[in-house]
């Protein structure tokens, strides 16, 4: 069945029922491409399990991350309507205020992770507070008629998740049969809260273990923004006069600043309302701890190189601030690195790592040799060694196994020292190596950090660190190794101890020399000469510069040339390691490509430059010119280039014509080429026509057989 | 001779100054560069040249910047695919300059005169030419006798400046300086006309003009300031100017047979494909990847394609390649009357076997979304071929078509082509849709998306209209053609008047008599009605309340309309 039709523009095909396969594996599309190694399977668990591991660990993440705010929230929430639990006679009283409580939630401008958030708000709310939870979204919402159908809908089904089915008579009053207002949301509201009350005792406790005998009825504005003000208006006033009847709570998705509730509601209308503020966590530091977890971490064998984490970071500190998307890019990273490297079947903790490499098949060890680090490594190795590395598997798989260990050991340890070098940079004046480990991160995956010129100022900056600082910073190192995996610190953790111990010594000694000092500042304070001061000062400058070191500058000396000595030996860039490729994902192109895509740049360049992509001698040329052979289309948009707003067809049709007839030959006779041939004249047509299918032109009234232009300059 | 003109410059330079230091003041920036010009009594030619020269690589430095931004965002071009990212941004979204109308002219002429070599667009005009322009434009040359027509704007302008020039210098001044003077003034033309907006060729050929001229400080502000309000200037002058410089040739003139869409596809077929061979390995390497396309759907990506090219033969060659086992949906966005509702109903009713009708959309969709939620082994395949069509690219229905990606069983495979096309998603929508980028430029002509009649340019409006025309009054009487062939006529005898209402019933009436079309004006409405009936001729009444007649189609068509019932007649 062909999809070209002149009336219809949706063509379904359904494949008869025995042909169709229930569902194709998604292991067979990774399978495909490589058809000639047999691990695709394993690889594919391996995969999808590290996946879903880390699938988990972000959930975790953001759980913990948003347990304050919802903990704030839902106290909020019960206080709420506290009175209202009580019925009390106080009603009364409650009658003449008509205040909504509110909660303003501001989440900030990451709007693609909101929604996961309100996700877990309303699993949250639900477990604690109350069944009764409308998610409103203003697309859904264009008036305020649809708001309350919305509004009720939710309602009146999560009634039926609560109650079960024992009423369903009762709910087959179908919602559009319903009036949608608010006194049949309070009488429904009535109903369901008498029937929870005359039920039996026993139901009634196992109900009101979790929820109250008259739970708040919660309506979560996702996109506050993005409401029209007088849907908004209309509701809160309505429901404001019927709040001594219905318990309601309104909470609003906040992306922007909470100014924006006072500038989308007028005074009259926002006074109906008991606002209170809650702030979640910045995304960048959701971020961070994002990348603290799934990155700075020997839990997970999968790593990002330097070029791909930058990309994952640019989007986002660029684009969207979204930790969703970059997530998101995570898991590409994960896909591509399983699905374009054979090897990456040992990349799988270290155990499985192990076992799988003794059944490695002989394709994949040549594999491994073939692997740029491993040549490397081998090169390295004496002849006879070189050989058995190069013709004995089984040899080689000892020493992969070897290899992948020592890559283990490497990780632990490279995260622990990137952490204690991280305490010492991040507390230095203008931060030379960044402020957030990540940027620390990525520089000591570049290459050799001490090599950097970052790294040595900020060496020199930490010879001038204060005594109380270093000794914090010391301590706070000596925590990290302490709390790391890793089993070669145990020395380290010794020696730093030691560097405490000795300044602590150092404080006992200072009391004495302390005089000394003051001695001279005093003297100094004396002198009101300016004459005496300049040469007193001069020389204690003197002094200063004959005297040796004292044992505090000695001993940070000593301490900084030690975290020198640390960073020199576990920090080394994970490309220099054997076999880092098997752990590393470093192609970022194809992330870029897939994710932070430039369609523009790809036309201008397939119309600029069609060499980029037809390679053809005949169309290669300089950049900025363009050889007179090339397509149609690009002729046509070089000619286009030339003209302001409107173009004249005739005139683009003659001057493609004279481009097209001069290419073709001179054999066209003179009186021909005055007409133009109806070949070149079809071409014509169809270029223009492709250019306003792009975008590039779209006819114009202005003046008859004209085009307008729609883009600028350039392009 | 030359003292004594210099001295007259000299003089007229101290009557300038004042102007100048207006000038400082009105622009802070160059100001500055000026008064320091002040204190240096002798400005050295080479240290103007520098300076022009600083202020180029000002511009370059910008591009460079921008280049790095680009770095910064992990360019790594690999491959012939990665290509496409070392275009900076500033290259691609530039301002609009005022364009000359005859430089498309000069192009395609540069283009033709070296076949077989490759020529330098545009960009590369030799200085040579730039000196000569302003002046043919000024008075317009044999080459350009044929375009002075539409330069009535410029030839308005020109006395006015023939005259400031004749009246400011003095006329004993020498030949040579008379030179530089026109010389400077053409390069003020230059500016007014925009030559293309490259800046550093009328830098270089201003530096020439300066070597020339000797009040060097005069000029050195000049083209200062030209430099710096270069940019506003452009774009206000580009904008400003309701005329419009082209010509005014129509295609009627041309003599030139109107094409019809079959014409034009058997034309087409003729016309061998240039670079087939470049153009199916191009193919094969996209379809190389299909494997990895449904990997990506699979992981809960969907994939947009971009790229020069109709992508439609790729989609039909995956669909056959890969989804023949599995069911798929596919929407051409390009049809002209697609919609989301049909897209929804046909989802529904072929895929989801249900009869029924909804609301609103959003019923629909909530409805599409509860089945594929309830059945987790129902999967859905959905392709759409130009996803930013007229018809698709509203606000609402890309919401929609989001919301319908985001479930986890539906995969969307779309192709885009506008150059704006990503400007249809925000934030929220990109999420929903949770695109995979893939490039696919295939440089295969859009056969089938632009051939709907509407997709295509003037040329092609009305041959539908016409053929409509011809086969609704083929099946008339031969009265009731004439009466049609009268007011068309008509309407072509007054097709210059801009302000032609139509003709009123009355008149109509009148001369449908004169010709013995009709005898009564009951028969007359009757023929009318019929017209209507077939939309050959719609009514609108004039402010006097009588009834003016006219056929809604434009006059070209009208004409060819008129030629062939004559031929037939």
């Not at chain 2, 360019?75 to 070392?86: D, F, K, P, T």
């Given at each position: 069945m062909s999809t070209c039709s002149v009336s219809k523009g949706c063509f379904v095909f359904k494949p008869s029922p025995k042909k169709r396969k229930l569902s194709q594996k998604t292991v067979n599309y990774f399978r495909e491409r490589n058809?000639?190694?047999?691990d695709t399977d394993v690889r594919f668990v391996t995969c999808q399990s590290l996946w879903n591991q880390i699938k988990l660990e972000t959930e975790q993440i953001q759980e913990d991350l948003n347990k304050q705010l919802f903990d704030n929230l839902v106290s909020f929430l019960r206080q709420s309507h506290s009175e209202f639990q009580e019925k009390t006679t106080e009603w009364t009283c409650r009658m003449?205020?008509?205040e909504i409580p509110t909660a303003a939630l501001v989440?900030?401008?990451?709007?693609?992770d909101h929604d996961l958030t309100f996700r877990s708000l309303s699993e949250v709310l639900q477990n604690n507070?109350?069944?009764y939870i409308a998610l409103l979204e203003a697309k859904d919402c264009p008036g305020i008629k649809n708001l309350m159908q919305k509004l009720m809908g939710q309602l009146m089904n999560c009634y039926i998740d609560v109650d079960s089915?024992?009423?369903e008579d009762h709910m087959q009053v179908s919602q559009n049969k319903i009036r949608c207002s608010m006194t049949s949301i309070i009488s429904w509201y009535q109903n369901v809260t008498k029937k929870t009350d005359s039920e039996t005792p026993s139901k009634k406790r196992t109900s009101s273990s979790?929820?109250?005998?008259?739970p708040p009825v919660v309506v979560i504005?996702?996109?506050?923004?993005?409401?029209t003000t007088k849907v908004l208006q209309d509701f809160i006033v309505i429901s404001s006069q019927h709040i001594h009847e219905l318990p309601l709570v309104l909470v609003f998705g906040i992306a922007?600043?909470?100014?924006i509730i006072h500038s989308l509601l007028p005074h009259s209308v926002s006074s109906l309302l008991c606002i209170e503020l809650f702030q979640s966590l910045s995304c960048k530091e959701h971020l961070s701890t994002i990348i603290d977890k799934l990155?700075?971490?020997?839990?997970?064998?999968f790593k990002l190189g330097e070029k791909v984490l930058q990309v994952l970071i640019n989007i986002f500190l660029y684009h969207d601030f979204s930790v969703q998307n970059f997530i998101k890019g995570f898991q590409l990273c994960i896909v591509e690195h399983f699905y374009s490297q054979?090897?990456?079947?040992?990349?799988?903790?270290l155990v499985d790592a192990k076992k799988r490499v003794n059944s490695l098949s002989h394709d994949q060890c040549e594999n491994i040799r073939r692997l740029p680090s491993f040549r490397r490594y081998v090169e390295n190795q004496a002849s006879e060694k070189q050989i058995l590395l190069l013709t004995a598997d089984n040899f080689l798989k000892e020493i992969t196994q070897k290899l992948l260990e020592d890559l283990y050991v490497y990780h632990e340890n490279y995260v622990s020292v990137l952490r204690c070098l991280h305490v010492f940079t991040?507390?230095?004046?203008?931060?030379p190596l960044g402020k957030q480990i990540r940027e620390l991160h990525c520089a000591c995956l570049e290459?050799?950090?001490?090599?950097t010129e970052e790294y040595e100022s900020s060496l020199q900056l930490a010879r001038m660190l204060n005594k109380s600082d270093l000794v914090t910073m010391l301590q706070q190192c000596v925590e990290i190794f302490v709390s790391s995996?890793?089993?070669?610190?145990d020395k380290t953790i010794e020696k730093l101890k030691e560097f405490l111990t000795q300044f602590q010594e150092l404080e006992a000694e200072a009391f004495q020399e302390q005089d000394g000092s003051v001695s001279a500042q005093k003297e100094l304070q004396k002198k009101t000469d300016l004459y005496h001061l300049q040469k007193t000062l001069l020389e204690l400058k003197e002094s200063r510069r004959s005297k040796k070191l004292t044992k505090f500058e000695m001993l940070r000396f000593e301490v900084v040339d030690y975290v020198d000595s640390l960073v020199r030996t576990?920090?080394?860039?994970?490309?220099?390691?054997?076999?880092h490729e098997i752990m590393y994902f470093n192609t970022a192109s194809v992330l870029r490509g897939h994710l932070n895509a430039a369609p523009r740049v790809a036309l201008h360049t397939a119309l600029n430059n069609p060499y980029c992509y037809l390679k053809n001698q005949a169309l290669k040329s300089d950049g900025g010119n363009i050889s007179n052979k090339a397509p149609d289309i690009c002729i046509v948009y070089k000619l286009h280039?030339?003209?302001?707003?409107?173009?004249n067809l005739v005139d683009w049709l003659e001057a493609f014509s004279t481009v097209v007839t001069a290419v073709e030959g001179?054999?066209?006779?003179?009186?021909?080429?005055?007409q133009v041939d109806d070949i070149i004249h079809a071409r014509f047509i169809r270029a223009v026509s492709e250019l306003e299918l792009l975008g590039f032109i779209k006819p114009s009234k202005?003046?008859?057989?004209h085009v307008a232009r729609l883009t600028w300059g350039g392009c | 001779m030359s003292q004594a003109g210099r001295r007259e410059r000299a003089a007229l330079e101290v009557k300038f100054v004042p102007d100048e230091e207006v000038l400082k003041h009105i622009a802070e920036d160059s100001g500055i560069k000026v008064r320091k010009d002040k204190t240096q009594?002798?400005?050295t030619l080479k240290t103007f040249v520098k300076k022009l020269e600083d202020i180029s690589d000002d511009g370059a430095q910008e591009i460079l910047e921008e280049k790095n931004y680009v770095a910064a965002l992990?360019?790594?071009?690999?491959?012939?695919?990665?290509?496409?990212?070392?275009?900076s941004g500033g290259e691609v979204y530039s301002f609009q300059t005022p364009k000359r109308s005859s430089k498309m002219v000069e192009l395609a002429s540069e283009l033709a005169q070296t076949p077989g070599q490759i020529v330098a667009a545009?960009?590369?005009?030799c200085p040579e030419k730039t000196a000569k322009t302003p002046q043919s434009s000024k008075r317009p040359g044999s080459n350009k006798a044929q375009q002075r027509s539409k330069k009535k704007e410029f030839v308005s302008t020109t006395p006015y400046r023939l005259r400031k020039r004749l009246a400011a210098?003095?006329?004993?001044?020498e030949s040579e300086s008379e030179y530089s003077a026109s010389c400077s003034e053409g390069d003020e033309d230059d500016q007014k006309e925009g030559s293309a907006g490259l800046s550093g060729q009328k830098t270089s050929a201003k530096t020439k003009a300066a070597s020339v001229s000797p009040p060097r400080n005069t000029l050195a502000k000049k083209v200062k300031e030209d430099k710096m309000s270069n940019l506003v200037e452009e774009y206000f002058e580009a904008h400003s100017s309701?005329?419009?410089?082209?010509?005014?040739?129509?295609?009627?003139k041309l003599q030139k047979r109107r094409l019809n869409q079959q014409t034009l596809h058997d034309l087409l077929k003729k016309a061998p494909l240039a670079y087939a061979a470049e153009i199916k390995e191009l193919n094969q390497q996209h379809e190389s990847l299909f494997s990895k396309w449904m990997l990506h759907l699979h992981w809960g990506f969907n994939i947009v394609l971009y790229g020069l090219g109709s992508k439609r033969d790729l989609l039909e060659k995956f669909r056959t390649s890969v989804l023949q086992d599995s069911i798929h949906l596919v929407v051409n966005?390009?049809?002209?009357?697609?919609?989301v509702r049909s897209i929804l109903n046909s989802i529904t009713e072929?895929?989801?076997?249900h009869t029924g009708t909804f609301h609103s959309p959003l019923d629909h969709l909530e409805f599409i979304i509860k089945r594929f939620k309830e059945d987790s082994s129902l999967e859905l395949y959905v392709l759409i071929h130009n996803l930013d069509s007229q018809m698709l690219r509203g606000e609402r229905s890309q919401q929609i078509l989001a919301q319908l990606s985001s479930l986890p069983n539906i995969y969307l495979i779309a192709s885009i082509d506008h150059?704006?096309?990503?400007?249809?998603?925000d934030q929220a929508k990109l999420s929903l849709y949770n695109w995979l980028w893939y490039e696919t430029?295939?440089?295969?002509?859009y056969a089938e998306e632009t051939?709907?009649?509407?997709?295509?340019?003037v040329q092609q409006s009305g041959s539908l209209a016409l053929s409509s025309l011809t086969h609704v009054l083929r099946s008339l009487t031969l009265n009731a053609r004439g009466i049609f062939r009268l007011l068309a006529r008509y309407q072509l005898e007054h097709?210059?008047?801009?302000?032609?209402?139509?003709?009123?019933f009355q008149d109509f009436y009148q001369q449908c008599r004169e010709a013995f079309l009709v005898n009564s004006d009951l028969t007359l409405r009757a023929q009318l009605t019929e017209f209507r009936d077939h939309k050959l001729i719609r009514t609108k009444r004039g402010g006097d309340g009588v009834e003016y007649l006219f056929i809604p189609v434009d006059d070209s068509t009208l004409t060819d309309f008129l030629e062939k019932e004559d031929e037939d007649v």
């Open positions: 058809n000639a190694s047999e003449k205020s008509r989440l900030g401008v990451n709007v693609t507070i109350t069944p089915l024992e009423d979790r929820h109250w005998q008259s504005f996702k996109d506050m923004e993005s409401f922007t600043s909470p100014m990155l700075l971490t020997a839990q997970f064998p054979p090897l990456s079947v040992l990349c799988c903790p991040s507390s230095l004046p203008k931060y290459n050799r950090v001490w090599e995996s890793g089993k070669e610190f576990y920090l080394v860039p994970a490309d220099h390691k054997t076999l280039l030339e003209c302001g707003r409107l173009i001179p054999n066209t006779d003179a009186a021909s080429s005055d202005q003046k008859t057989d | 009594l002798t400005v992990g360019i790594c071009a690999q491959g012939s695919m990665g290509n496409g990212s070392s275009v545009g960009h590369s005009e210098p003095d006329p004993d001044l309701s005329k419009v410089l082209t010509s005014d040739r129509t295609l009627q966005g390009y049809f002209p009357s697609i919609t072929e895929v989801l076997d150059i704006n096309a990503p400007l249809m998603w430029t295939t440089f295969s002509p051939s709907y009649e509407n997709s295509l340019l097709k210059d008047n801009p302000s032609y209402p139509g003709l009123s």
